[in-house]
């Protein structure tokens, strides 16, 4: 299975210290060079571009086609990481891609590209039986406290399919 992530669902991952279940649902992910950029060249976050650096099962792609990138960003209003995940998710025939800025979603899903946010990983993982509801519920809390959008009806979503 071939699984691209843009920035946010890594970040968000780290934050509630499970980047580990990207290994265990999908065995690795590949980053474009942006994305590696994004979460490695903040000096706010050092520690965490440390865990990126050293995480055997993310691999950074460089092989980017520019002109493909510049015109997603111009003609969709993307970031560069977005852009270039999209990039990757289209062109290496992907079989996921993980975002979850609203925007890079849209544009994904009208490309026939299959999207998988942060929620949907949590869910994913819950079903295979990696993680609990009280973890999932620990999770987005912690994400809300740190300042991450979760809408209410993807958490109301989650909520429902964990309770059953």
Known sequence: MIVISDTTPLISLLKI???????QLFGSVQIPKGVFAELTDNPKYLAEAEIIKKTPFIYVVNKIDEGYVTLLRRSAGLDLGESEAIFLSDNGKADLLLMDEVRGREVATRMGIKIMGTIG??????????????EIKQSIEILRDSGRHI??????QLLNMIEK
Do not use: F, H, P, V
Request: aromatic content about 8%; proline content about 0%; charged content about 30%.
């Open 17 to 23: 210290n499970r980047l580990d279940l990207l290994q």
């Open 121 to 134: 990983i949590l869910g994913i993982a819950y079903q295979d039986s990696i993680i609990t509801k009280e």
């Open 151 to 156: 809408s209410e009806r993807l958490y109301e």
